[in-house]
């Protein structure tokens, strides 16, 4: 199959969206988004002003043994320069709050404006969900007004290593937003794993848990993708990435409303994360 076949027919599997001039995330028909929001994946055209390239060539200048941003110190166990267990991945991974002081200006920069797409299509979210303006800062533990808890990552795999790329799981957060360099992410349809390919010019969006949680008595729930990346081996592409996440805080709470904007349930972040980490140590 050639390359453009190939993408003629994932982009009918996966919806593909953009920012309008109005900041809202907009999809070419309705269809569209029913398919993203069942999904919990969608394409997003990447905007005209987000320097992805710069972001790309900083990623890739991590592998480098003497880099010095492989000497950045970890905070707790989700900070800093990171080597996964059981999988091939490793990463620097930096809170909004780190960004100043480790990342360039530029890379700083970057985030913020992934910020700006994150907040957007949790808003798109919730105005599909019907769940009142008025309480989606409360609802999203403050993300949507610019707060909470965002993730900058820039991951590469490490081939030596013989376990699979990235092992099935679902995110925690709200949203994950994704720059795919190489092939090896694949999404759960219907029970079977299916390749998600390069699409140039595009991000993928991933919708977590966490916003599967607040819209679940809403008029319209998200799903919570399950995905996972294949082995990579030394012949393979080489496969950076660049990893946003959208989270809220981590020892914040969480709300869920109905379209009248009334409380239907809520959790601690903490609670929701730990009973999320039991059912995948389970799972595995």
């Known amino acids: 199959m050639?390359?453009?076949?190939?993408?003629?027919s994932q982009e009918q599997r996966f919806p593909i969206a953009s920012i309008s001039n109005e900041s809202r995330l907009v999809f070419p028909s309705p269809k569209d988004l029913d398919?993203?929001?069942?999904?919990?994946i969608f394409y997003l055209k990447v905007p005209d002003s987000l320097d992805l390239d710069g972001a790309r060539q900083f990623g890739g200048e991590l592998i480098a043994p003497d880099s010095s941003y492989r000497q950045i110190p970890k905070y707790g166990e989700l900070e800093g320069f990171i080597?996964?267990?059981?999988?091939?991945?490793?990463?620097?991974?930096?809170?909004?709050?780190?960004?100043?002081?480790?990342?360039?200006?530029?890379?700083?920069?970057?985030?913020?404006?992934?910020?700006?797409?994150?907040?957007?299509?949790?808003?798109?979210?919730?105005?599909?969900s019907g769940i009142p303006e008025t309480v989606w800062d409360r609802a999203s533990g403050g993300y949507s007004a610019g707060a909470g808890t965002a993730f900058l990552?820039?991951?590469?795999?490490?081939?030596?290593?013989p376990d699979q790329?990235?092992?099935?799981?679902?995110?925690?957060?709200?949203i994950t937003i994704l720059d795919i360099t190489a092939p090896g992410l694949q999404i759960k349809v219907n029970g079977t794993f299916e390749d998600v390919p390069v699409l140039p010019g595009h991000l993928a969006i991933h919708f977590g848990e966490a916003l599967n949680?607040?819209?679940?008595?809403?008029?319209?729930?998200?799903?919570?993708?399950?995905?996972?990346?294949?082995?990579?081996?030394?012949?393979?592409?080489?496969?950076?990435g660049i990893v946003y996440f959208a989270n809220p805080d981590l020892d914040g709470m969480l709300w869920q409303f109905d379209a009248k904007g009334?409380?239907?349930?809520?959790?601690?972040?903490?609670?929701?994360?730990a009973l999320l980490e039991k059912n995948l140590t389970e799972y595995r």
């Not at 990552?153 to 290593?161: K, L, S």
């Open 2 to 8: 050639t390359w453009s076949h190939q993408a003629t």
């Open 35 to 40: 398919r993203a929001w069942d999904l919990g």
């Open 83 to 128: 080597a996964l267990e059981n999988n091939q991945q490793t990463k620097l991974a930096l809170r909004r709050h780190h960004w100043d002081q480790h990342y360039p200006a530029a890379i700083a920069e970057f985030g913020r404006q992934l910020d700006q797409i994150g907040i957007t299509i949790l808003r798109e979210v919730f105005h599909q």
């Open 153 to 161: 990552n820039f991951v590469h795999y490490d081939t030596r290593n």
């Open 165 to 174: 790329g990235l092992r099935p799981h679902t995110d925690y957060g709200f």
């Open 213 to 240: 949680f607040i819209t679940l008595h809403s008029d319209r729930t998200v799903g919570a993708v399950e995905h996972q990346v294949l082995s990579q081996k030394s012949t393979d592409p080489v496969r950076h």
């Open 262 to 273: 009334e409380i239907r349930g809520s959790s601690s972040v903490e609670d929701l994360f």
